[in-house]
């Protein structure tokens, strides 16, 4: 059996030593880029009551002992956002924070348990001018390590060329052959047709399983014809979700079956994932019951409802944000195989 090399052997960090010093110089000039452009940087805190209330979002639990002695379950974010939603309801109106933030049961070369998430919000702003935003930082990032190009295995990668945008309706009929919208109701709380899903799921040589949900199929379309696809040669946008799949997002203006969030993709990885934001409190507790009672069917546990943060939401102006895996962009950026080559202290046990 192999033994693992620490990190902090020194020949090891020699060798790694010039990605963090890269990692550093992306860093400072994102930083830069957001304060030229009027961004104030903040600073959330790690603890929160929730974690957020997606279905497959697990968090990683603490337990605390207050004050009156009284001790409290509470979790390290698995990102800000309800934060700086906060901060914008408080009368913010451009914030990013480069966070900290933790994610249980990931691992891998392109995923971590704990990772850096620079996330950025937009008050009053289109969700499209993230796009743009997107686009900056990946040419910001590649001009400032000298990349021509971002690799990832055999896949290259052009940063300074425009990102294709196309929509998940658009991609499941290129890759799939299957029509996506026909199989979502106008009325966003009625159920989608699973049933046609399947069926055009099935013709195309996608393992459908008999009690796989439409969001179970949705998903395994996406990670077995779309997702390696996108971002090759240059990178993609990939958007207007359907609404069941977005919780966060607020519904598209022209069709409320799909709803105004993507995400950016370079040599098939997920760089980012962007909302225009909900913020009917209201519909958003309905949206969170959903998923929580999905988790608790599948996973057998819930996470609580913030309901300071569904408050915030009431008086919360218009707004588009987004998350973006800052150790990723700094992977492709450097052509490192794995995060773990590009974070200071990873980890994986001292090992790599």
Request: aromatic share 8%.
């Amino acid at each position: 059996m192999k033994t693992a090399v620490s990190w902090w052997n020194p020949a090891v960090h020699a060798d790694r030593r010039p990605l963090l010093l890269a990692r550093n110089a992306v860093e400072r000039a994102i930083r830069s880029h957001f304060e030229t452009d009027g961004f104030t940087e903040v600073h959330c805190t790690g603890l929160q009551i929730s974690p957020g209330n997606e279905t497959h979002l697990h968090a990683l639990a603490v337990d605390v002992v207050g004050d009156d002695g009284a001790t409290r379950r509470r979790y390290l974010h698995t990102s800000p956002e309800f934060a700086m939603k906060k901060l914008i309801a408080a009368g913010e109106t451009k914030i990013f924070d480069f966070a900290r933030v933790w994610r249980d049961r990931e691992g891998g070369p392109t995923h971590a348990i704990e990772f850096t998430m620079l996330e950025w919000y937009r008050a009053r702003a289109p969700y499209e001018t993230l796009m743009d935003d997107c686009a900056d930082l990946l040419r910001l990032a590649a001009d400032t390590v000298g990349a021509e190009v971002f690799r990832r295995r055999d896949r290259t990668c052009d940063p300074r060329l425009p990102p294709e945008r196309i929509t998940c309706a658009e991609a499941f009929a290129r890759f799939a052959g299957i029509d996506l919208l026909a199989t979502l109701p106008l009325d966003p709380t009625a159920e989608p047709d699973r049933d046609r899903l399947a069926a055009e799921a099935s013709a195309s040589g996608i393992r459908v399983a008999a009690d796989d949900g439409w969001s179970d199929v949705f998903s395994r379309v996406l990670a077995e014809r779309i997702e390696p696809a996108l971002g090759d040669g240059r990178p993609a946008i990939l958007m207007e979700y359907p609404a069941r799949e977005a919780a966060l997002a607020r519904p598209c203006a022209r069709d409320p079956r799909v709803a105004e969030r993507f995400e950016l993709w370079a040599c098939g990885v997920e760089l980012a994932n962007a909302f225009g934001e909900l913020t009917d409190p209201v519909e958003q507790r309905r949206r969170f019951e959903i998923e929580m009672d999905a988790k608790e069917r599948l996973y057998g546990t819930r996470y609580p409802i913030d309901e300071d943060f569904l408050a915030a939401l009431a008086i919360m102006p218009p707004t588009s944000g987004i998350a973006l895996g800052f150790d990723r962009l700094v992977m492709l950026a450097t052509g490192a195989p794995r995060l773990a080559d590009v974070v200071w202290t990873p980890t994986d046990r001292g090992g790599l």
